[in-house]
């Protein structure tokens, strides 16, 4: 069978979330690169086992976290670079006036466990469900959620910011409010 | 009192899609955030390696198929 004209424009359309999960878990620009070409050979060669119909950015998805993780175990854990070494060391202050900076929150999502940003990226950035992410990680729908919960109680730490869910965003801003007026 | 006139929907109502933004909603800071961080990497310019490769397969297949 070959492959249609149709699945080839899908793949394209699939690139840019393609290079940004691989970007999210590797944290290398080359290394997420070469994820996703590995990705598109694989994809177009097993394309017959794609069910029409089904999600195919999900399918996209299981293929380069299953080519990263396999990488990973080629190499061996490489020790963390020296740059990330250095980032790591770098103090991640507390945001000032309740806004964060973009580039603090990127260092605390590098410094999570790879299986807890994944978690994170998948549900809360990449839009899939916690059962689409489930079924990408091959574990159970508990254990994706145990992830993203874990993963968010630790940037809450990382960044010094209270549970916003819990107290909510006013509450925070009476606190202020309050150690300013006292 | 008709309980169906709440927008959640029936029991049956799709709350799977939801369910992630009730731990990083988007009114969370970190949800905010993430947010933010991946939409700055999807919306990267894709180097045009990427379509080429896909068009070098294309051809492969159908040269591949005339035999």
């Known amino acids: 069978m070959a492959v249609s004209a149709g699945f080839k424009n899908d793949l394209l359309a699939a690139i840019p979330s393609l290079r940004a999960f691989a970007m999210s878990l590797s944290q290398n620009a080359d290394k ?11 994809a177009w060669d097993k394309h017959e086992s794609f069910q029409m119909g089904t999600n195919l950015k999900a399918w996209l998805f299981t293929i380069l976290r299953n080519e990263f993780y396999s990488q990973m175990r080629k190499r061996g854990r490489e020790v963390q670079d020296s740059d990330g070494i250095m980032t790591a060391r770098l103090a991640v202050h507390p ?44 574990c159970a729908v508990g254990t994706i959620k145990s ?32 150690s300013n007026a006292a | 009192m008709n309980i169906m006139t709440n927008d959640m929907g029936g029991p049956g109502a799709k709350r799977a899609r939801t369910g992630g933004t009730n731990a990083l909603g988007a009114n969370s800071e970190i949800g905010r955030k993430l947010k933010q961080y991946y ?25 591949q198929k005339k035999d």
């Not at chain 1, 690169?33 to 590995?38: A, F, G, P, R």
């Not at chain 1, 209270?162 to 925070?172: Q, R, T």
């Open chain 1, 32 to 42: 997420a690169d070469d994820l996703v070409q590995e990705t598109l050979v694989k």
């Open chain 1, 147 to 178: 992830r993203v919960s874990r993963a968010r109680t630790r940037l809450q730490d990382m960044l010094q910011i209270a549970g916003e869910d819990e107290f909510g965003p006013d509450a925070i801003a009476a606190q202020v409010m309050g």
């Open chain 1, 95 to 138: 945001s000032q006036h309740g806004v964060l900076d973009l580039e603090d929150f990127r260092v605390a999502l590098e410094k999570l466990p790879d299986d807890q940003r994944e978690a994170v990226i998948l549900i809360g950035a990449s839009g899939f469900s916690y059962e689409e992410a489930a079924e990408i990680c091959g």
């Open chain 2, 39 to 63: 939409d700055g990497l999807v919306s990267e310019e894709v180097p045009n390696r990427f379509a080429e490769l896909l068009s070098q397969l294309e051809k492969a297949e159908s040269t």
